[in-house]
């Protein structure tokens, strides 16, 4: 990346929060802006515990709980954007 990455002090609860963001703007709104940067979060914290799986696979799977959640929401996130209905 190209970027920081800011690392969240919860790393599961701020998967959970974009699980919540998801459902809202991706099934209830029409800003593909948002929708864009919520799939760009979502790419940084798999980028999280995909290096937190390279270090220490036993540790990442206990702290890491939602990563097959998170690895779902990404597939359905690119499928909705690249379905996207721009004005």
């Not at 914290?45 to 540790?59: K, M, N, S, W």
Request: glycine share 2%.
């Amino acid at each position: 990346m190209d970027r920081d990455v800011k690392i969240p002090p919860d790393w599961n609860a701020e998967v959970q929060i974009n699980i919540d963001r998801f459902r809202f703007t991706f099934e209830t709104q029409n800003d593909f802006t948002i929708a864009e940067r919520i799939y760009k979060r979502l790419l940084e914290l798999r980028e999280l515990y995909i290096e937190a799986f390279e270090q220490d696979p036993g540790a990442a799977e206990r702290a890491y709980r939602l990563h097959s959640q998170l690895d779902d929401l990404i597939v359905r996130s690119k499928a909705a954007l690249e379905n996207w209905d721009l004005p």
